[in-house]
């Protein structure tokens, strides 16, 4: 049974950094591409970035380019999200998403066939 578990959220003050960890289980990630979304409280599910199987590519929110990093350790069957300079508005909760395999990255959710339950991220001003 495939099982994605994040890690890593918390309270943190704007400015500061947190990393988030996604733990795949249940078969190998490695030929699959996979993202971060994330919700705030009062909106929908936003797209914040994506990872190719190789690691080579990526694709980033507007609102994250140059604070977010994303990652992935396809030996250790994870991908992680170091986030810097954080803002209140970087508040959510942040999902980690798989695609099927051998399909490219994607900005939009339903192209995401698997899902971890989510890690709250609040960022206090």
């Known amino acids: 049974q495939v099982q994605l578990v994040e890690s890593g959220g918390g309270l943190v003050q704007a400015g500061g950094s947190l990393r988030l960890s996604c733990a795949a289980s249940g078969r190998s990630f490695s030929s699959c591409a996979m993202g971060w979304f994330r919700q705030a409280p009062g909106k929908e599910r936003e797209f914040v970035v994506a990872?190719?199987?190789?690691?080579?590519?990526?694709s980033y929110a507007d609102s994250v380019k140059g604070r977010f990093t994303i990652s992935r350790d396809n030996a250790k069957n994870t991908v992680y999200l170091q986030m810097n300079s954080l803002k209140p508005e970087d508040t959510a909760v942040y999902y980690c998403?798989?695609?099927?395999?051998?399909?490219?990255?994607?900005?939009?959710?339903?192209?995401?066939?698997?899902w971890g339950q989510g890690t709250q991220v609040t960022v206090s001003s």
């Open positions: 990872i190719s199987r190789s690691g080579g590519s990526t």
């Open positions: 998403a798989v695609r099927s395999a051998y399909y490219s990255i994607s900005i939009y959710e339903h192209a995401y066939d698997y």
